[in-house]
DNA sequence: CCCTGATTCGC
DNA sequence: GCGAATCAGG
């Protein structure tokens, strides 16, 4: 790969932009990010504003929008027992939709029966607080609700368990920590 | 050991 | 001009 006049353009922009060498060579593609930051010094492009390891770490950074869950729930790999790394395989839809329904019943089962809203027995997830990022405290449910890039992106925000990011609800639904796992197994 | 940018120097 | 190797720092 050569220094095209676009690529030489794209590599001041993402420079400017607080993008760190690597990260730049990631998205040119072809060059190390010791070309990056040699092309930068022929450039004369104005350095970082300390030397060494400053961070800066401009790049684009989560906000409230778009922070992405910690951990996606995996229904059907919980269900099935199967590892998470399974493929589809071949298998129709209606494995997942009975898996998820059957960790939905084992959940609700956990959950203590006052905590079931007498109007809507069969959901359980409008206990919920819906609370924003900037609202969540250490005794806030953690577990995120939705879609970061929408609107309609919230926090479950009701009282987390003892120790623990979730509520009784989501820390059934999260993975278990590999430390957990280890010793069991 | 991971990362960062800075510099050197053979090509 | 180019970039790998190397250095210095967090």
């Known amino acids: 790969m050569s220094w095209t006049d676009e690529r030489v353009e794209k590599l001041k922009q993402l420079w400017s932009e607080g993008l760190s060498a690597s990260q730049i060579a990631t ?3 072809g060059v190390s990010r010791n070309a990056v930051i040699g092309k930068v010094h022929r450039l004369s492009l104005p350095g970082r504003a300390k030397s060494g390891g400053a961070p800066p770490q401009s790049a684009p950074r989560a906000t409230a929008r778009n922070t992405a869950p910690p951990r996606a729930p995996n229904f059907a790999s919980r ?3 199967r590892r998470p790394a399974a ?14 329904t ?22 359980v997830v409008p206990i919920m607080k819906k609370v924003a990022l900037t609202e969540l405290t ?10 970061p890039t929408q609107d309609d992106f919230y ?5 987390a368990k003892d120790n623990s990011p979730y509520c009784s609800y989501h820390a059934k639904l999260a ?7 280890r010793r069991a197994g």
């Not at 059957?102 to 959901?123: G, T």
């Not at 926090?155 to 009282?159: A, L, R, T, V």
């Not at 993975?175 to 796992?181: H, K, L």
Request: with cysteine; glycine share 8%; charged share 20%.
């Open 27 to 29: 998205q040119l593609g």
């Open 79 to 81: 269900v099935a027992g």
């Open 87 to 100: 493929p589809p395989q071949s298998t129709p839809s209606a494995p997942r939709t009975a898996g998820a």
């Open 102 to 123: 059957a960790l939905k019943q084992e959940v609700e089962a956990d959950i203590a029966p006052a905590a079931r809203p007498r109007s809507n027995p069969d959901n």
């Open 138 to 147: 250490e005794m806030t449910c953690k577990w995120p609700v939705g879609d």
């Open 155 to 159: 926090f479950c925000g009701c009282d």
């Open 175 to 181: 993975y278990q920590p590999v430390s957990d796992r």
